[in-house]
């Protein structure tokens, strides 16, 4: 199977990369770029204009199956990933069962490999149940094929048990993503704590909660010298915490979402449990902070938290509504307009911090990159299509965004996984 | 002017012009109240449901009190008595009640925004008795009208609020429509319990009470919520009553003609000493009395000019 794509402007950091190439991708693997390469035989998709990176990954997706296969499954998850230009996304454990151990991990791999359209990397549990008292067989679900360890949805509240899930993955070089929260400090709130939440009667949630704890993972980091990659980073504080770190070469990376560099707490008002987030939206401050982090590279991952809940867990009183939104796609549409158009950032940066470092962080070299001899998995993307994100047009088994009847520019317009297209425009 | 609005979700909402309508239409009402028979026949063949998912006395006997003057039928729902407690959603049980054909419902929820959330999808007018610690409007309203009934003006006037701000809808009506009105606000209470970014309400914030005594004109003291203590937003009700309980003592500092307000219920001897709840300053009683008005006059307004349903037989849809 042969797979030409011409004319196309070739962005692919790995390699550093960007310019207008021709490339063919050969039995799943890349196998040539180089300016006009003859058909021979191969389908040709003309790329004319557009922009040909490495498809895109994302490391922050809750999946749902098993368990709440009502909101979202590793079907409608691949395919929403698809139209967002994702060839890979990682299954987040908090799932009913949780994945903390081999047999979940196992169902998650052979179970989305029949039905998935793109590549589904399992996350195990760091604490068994998510309760954060006992580790998880750590090591089995690595042998198993886990990519990364992660308690998201909540935070490891034990400081010495993090400290030992850190030493114990960093023996198998497993990255821990932490979902920095202080619970205590949180006590129940259901948005950012501020003006807006004062103005609206909600419990708020303070920036420190974030904060307090980036700073324990980042000294329990520094100590343990292990892989830490901390997750959906929303607040000022956060990113001046890991700048800092990062000047001292401690080993720590982090990613954020797209609707903390887009939307602030202000989103809240008219009680819209779209904009229902953990962490939430913050304020204008903070936005700018995370606009910052991604310039000055602080923040090197730019994730979706793509979290689905179902119309009827969502419509209800606002503190009673679940946290989370969908992201996949629009993910990409909203780093370009934000992030690529206003100048925050260049495409080879959006690029990387969509596909090249997630794969970087998660040991899969093969994936995030054009390198010859690597997945065939590309993105095509049209810069300057426009669009409306529409609720009748969300692939997604959830409907749960705030971006609903938001205009775009730039979407992805092919997405090639293993050298198949699995989603066209 | 003209009402124009569907439901009353929050002072926040309103122009000072909506605020003094209600007050001048409140004032015409209250005179119903003192009559041998208190009923006047405005909203006959009305239907107002009360939906009451957190429970309530005054407010909810506040509102069928002046439901009932203005002749409308009332039916009260008790949190205990609602399906939501079999797995309905509020949604669905107000649209259950709206099928039945009702012209307003009036709702109190915990959850803030619970009212505006049914005004949307709802047909009839929805009147916010209370959400969560969001907004209480016709409480807000009615403090208002005692006010300005004692004062014969709110603007200018100095109006300190004392308590538990964070957690109170009062405080944040009371706010809205004060500053609308003209009026100079100071909240007051620990600064465990003052929510971040409330200055930006263009109010005045204090620790003190001493300060907040200081030349105000009156004093609108907040019911300490005894279940927040769980909260730890303050060591022991002792050490609240000492540092921010009004008694006559601390009341020493004050204008002579100050007014003590409380919207209830009141913790004796808690953020409020006996002698000055029941004392010469205060008009707790009168904001209660004022309040069936108030609520008179928003029904009034809401549901005077929608065409009442059924008076005629319809001529389509007959079997």
Redesign the interface.
Known sequence: MKLLIKNGRIIDPANKINRVSDILLENGKVSKLAKDIKPNGAEAIDAKGMIVAPGLFDMHTHVRQPGREDAEDFITASCAAAKGGFTSITAMPNTNPVCDNRGIVEYIISESRGNAIINIFPIGAITKAQKGEDLAELADMKDAGVVAVSDDGSSVKNAQLMRKALEYSNMFNVPVISHCEDLNLSQGGVMNEGLTSTLLGLLGIPNISESCIVARDIALANFTKAKLHIAHVSTKESVELIRQAKEKGINVTCETCPHYFTLTDETVKGFDTNAKINPPLRTKEDRKAIMGGLKDGTIDVIATDHAPHTEADKDIEFDLAPFGIIGLETALSLAINELVDKKIIKWDELIKKMSYIPSEILGLTNKGRLSIGADADVVIIDPDKKFKFAKETIVSKSKNSPFIGRNFKGCAVVTICRGKVVYKA | MKWQRKDLLGL?DLSADEINLILNTASSFKEISERPIRKVPTLRGKTVVMLFVEPSTRTQTSFELAAKRLSADTVSIAASTNSMQKGE???DTAKNIEAMKIDALIIR?S????P??LAKVLTPCVINAG?????HPTQGLLDIFTIKEKKGRIKGLNVSIIGDI?HS?VA?SNIWGLIKLGANVTVCGPSTLI????E??KVKVTTSVKEAITNTDVLNILRIQLERQK?KFFPSIREYMIKFGIDSEILKGAKKDILIMHPGPINRGIELAPEIADGPYSVILNQVTNGVAVRMAVLFLLLGKRKAPFLEPSKKGRF
């Open positions: 926040e959603t509020l949604k929820h959850s803030a925004g619970a505006r959330m959400d969560g610690s969001h907004e964070m809808r944040r929510p971040p970014g409330i930006k309400m909260g």
